[in-house]
């Protein structure tokens, strides 16, 4: 069991950056690779970024590629995004996600957090 709450949304301007933040808690932090998602108002939950167990593999989507990075920390039990550049269609909710395979599928993924608002301006 993994309990997951995200942090660091807010609203920025275009061009700008926020840090989003994983916490976890329970026992399979260590062993989960940790999604981020997002979700736009009317549309399906998309797949952002992603990172291995041991934070030595990522992936991203094409659309944050070189803008967003994802990292962890696994002694803190603390995943984090970096969004830099960001642009109004970054806006939306975003959510972290804890799953024991590498997938890009949201229903691969075992445990969710409520999910943090980022709102960019133009």
């Known amino acids: 069991q993994v309990q997951l709450v995200e942090s660091g949304g807010g609203l920025v301007q275009a061009g700008g950056s926020l840090r989003l933040s994983c916490a976890a808690s329970?026992?399979?932090?260590?062993?989960?690779?940790i999604g981020w998602f997002r979700q736009a108002p009317g549309k399906e939950r998309e797949f952002v970024a992603k990172?291995?167990?041991?934070?030595?593999?990522?992936d991203y989507s094409d659309s944050v590629k070189g803008r967003f990075t994802v990292s962890r920390d696994n002694a803190q039990n603390t995943v984090y995004l970096q969004m830099n550049s960001l642009k109004p269609e970054d806006t939306a909710v975003y959510y972290c996600a804890a799953a024991f395979v590498w997938s890009r599928q949201t229903n691969n993924y075992n445990y969710w957090g409520q999910g943090t608002q980022v709102t960019v301006s133009s």
């Open positions: 329970g026992g399979s932090f260590s062993s989960s690779a």
């Open positions: 990172i291995s167990r041991s934070g030595f593999s990522t």
